[in-house]
């Protein structure tokens, strides 16, 4: 009798923009590929998801998604913007003075592939060490 309801709560999904898309790297491997964000999609998220400003401002960019940004110039766009809005930039100067140029969007993606979290980001000390294992 319910049949087109439980038809209607069983159908997958369908598929949401930015959403993850799975790709084979090579015969019999998959790796998860995520589609690009724009700029104002992580300053957006950045503000949703911190109404106050960050002491961890650098983790805060990494979770609004920035390590989805096409390259270092939206990654700086963005954190112009959210640096507009009032807020800490969110790139600490260690982070901007220390991490080669046109190499930032790739260190905070390896932040997140290695799961750095906030003690990474407690002392000056702490921000070199991760910088340099990073830099290895």
């Given at each position: 009798?319910?049949?087109?309801?439980?038809?209607?709560?069983?159908a997958s999904p369908a598929a949401e923009p930015g959403a993850a898309e799975l790709t084979a790297a090579e015969p019999g491997a998959a790796t998860v590929k995520e589609s690009p964000l724009a700029v104002m999609d992580v300053v957006d998220q950045f503000l949703r998801q911190n109404p106050q400003r960050s002491p961890l401002a650098t983790l805060a960019l990494i979770q609004a998604g920035a390590t989805r940004l096409r390259d270092d110039r939206e990654l700086l766009e963005a954190c112009d913007r959210i640096?507009?809005?009032?807020?800490?930039?969110?790139?600490?100067?260690?982070?901007?003075?220390?991490?080669?140029?046109?190499?930032?969007?790739?260190?905070?993606?390896?932040?997140?592939?290695?799961?750095?979290?906030?003690?990474?980001y407690e002392t000056e000390h702490a921000v070199r060490d991760l910088i340099q294992r990073f830099l290895r």
């Open positions: 009798m319910f049949g087109w309801l439980k038809k209607l709560f069983t640096a507009a809005h009032g807020y800490q930039y969110p790139l600490s100067p260690t982070v901007q003075r220390e991490v080669p140029e046109g190499r930032l969007l790739e260190f905070l993606r390896w932040q997140r592939s290695i799961g750095a979290g906030k003690q990474d």
